[in-house]
């Protein structure tokens, strides 16, 4: 990466499409500014005041302050045109050309999904989320969890990463070193300290405004093969960065909830608008997305059914040779309401139960 990489970020009234669209004409940051006036004008659309600020040279002595601000808080600047930027961000219209990154840059380059979700997580998004990234973690080991570090539905992603020990990345709404909130200070370096990364576009010189977290939620889509709603409202911002997904191409997921639940409106509005595959398990995951799991060389008899995870087995152990109700299957399993209609949605998909009317259920074996 080169001085004039950095120092295309700060030319006035350019922006981020604009940046972009000069490095698909020029290829370079260095190209862009050894052009002329005439030859901008020529070969890119731009406004007359940006030809004039790239000729002058406008960026550089900022981009020298962000170089020494970043060696001096440990942060690698790592531009579009550098190998090591992951590829299924450099794939996306609106880019960003920089990319300030604490930790491992080799994480931003494995099989990548993205959870997102609302801040007020329940403990039953926060089941969800932890069974489908254990057993995401169990059929693809070397899978990175991308996030927004955020409270609720972000910070049970990322912890629940770190428990399989796989990789997490999250991304931020602000410069590096800090994270917002302070609060996640210390998971943000676990994330770090365990292999992973903190990733931002935006430099030190960033005067924060709070308009940020949409922007920063095309790059979780944009660095991911799949985005998984966890948990949303109507409503929730984190329905952002699923149409990010769906307008890249990306994958778009959702955890199915129960239609009273505030919680899971936005999932079950997205499932039902056919915008979001519904998946209830990491091999859900693993199977929308196409990733390989060498299920060729599994028996046949083997390929359908996945081995029930111990909570599963534990609430069929609870039926008897009778259809029960779920109010039955609550006291005698004495799991959360959340609890019992997530792995009665996987029973059912495995063929173990099926659901009678009243609210009843079968075992099926």
């Not at 403990?123 to 932890?130: F, Q, V």
């Not at 769906?246 to 608008?273: F, H, K, Q, W």
Request: charged share 25%; aromatic share 4%; net charge negative.
């Amino acid at each position: 990466m080169q001085l004039e990489d950095i120092a295309l970020t700060f030319v006035p009234q350019l922006g981020v499409r604009g940046v972009v669209h000069l490095m698909e004409v020029f290829g370079s940051a260095a190209a862009i500014y050894s052009a002329s006036a005439e030859e901008l004008h020529q070969r890119a659309t731009l406004r007359d005041d940006v030809v004039r600020n790239i000729v002058a040279h406008k960026g550089f002595a900022e981009a020298e302050r962000e170089l020494e601000y970043c060696s001096r808080h440990n942060i690698t600047p790592l531009a579009s045109t550098d190998e090591k930027y992951p590829k299924l961000l450099r794939e996306i219209d609106d880019y960003p050309h920089i990319l300030y990154v604490r930790g491992s840059v080799e994480a931003l380059q494995r099989r990548s999904v993205a959870f997102v979700g609302t801040r007020k997580i329940s403990a039953y998004g926060e089941r969800a989320c932890n069974e489908m990234i254990h057993s995401l973690a169990e059929a693809v080991p070397d899978v990175a969890i991308v996030s927004g570090l955020a409270y609720g539905v972000d910070g049970a992603a990322h912890r629940a990463a770190l428990a399989e020990g796989v990789t997490t990345v999250g991304v931020i709404a602000n410069p590096l070193p800090n994270v917002t909130p302070a609060t996640n200070e210390r998971l943000a370096a676990e994330i770090v300290g365990r292999g992973g990364a903190i990733v931002t576009e935006l430099c030190s010189q960033t005067k924060q405004n709070g308009r940020y977290f949409i922007p920063r939620n095309r790059i979780i889509a944009g660095l991911s093969a799949g985005v998984v709603v966890v948990e949303s409202p109507a409503e929730g911002g984190s329905l952002s960065t699923a149409e990010f997904a769906d307008g890249y191409g990306r994958s778009v997921m959702a955890v199915p909830g129960r239609v009273t639940d505030e919680n899971s409106r936005g999932c079950n509005v997205l499932i039902r608008n056919h915008k979001a595959q519904a998946v209830l398990s990491g091999r859900d995951i693993v199977a929308e997305l196409m990733w390989e799991l060498d299920l060729e060389e599994m028996p046949a008899e083997k390929r359908e059914q996945q081995p029930l995870t111990t909570d599963e087995e534990r609430l069929l152990a609870c039926f008897d040779s009778e259809p029960m109700h779920i109010d039955t299957l609550l006291e005698r399993s004495g799991m959360s309401s959340g609890e019992v209609s997530l792995h009665l949605m996987t029973l059912e998909l495995s063929g173990a139960v099926r659901p009678l009317r009243g609210g009843m259920y079968e075992k099926l074996k």
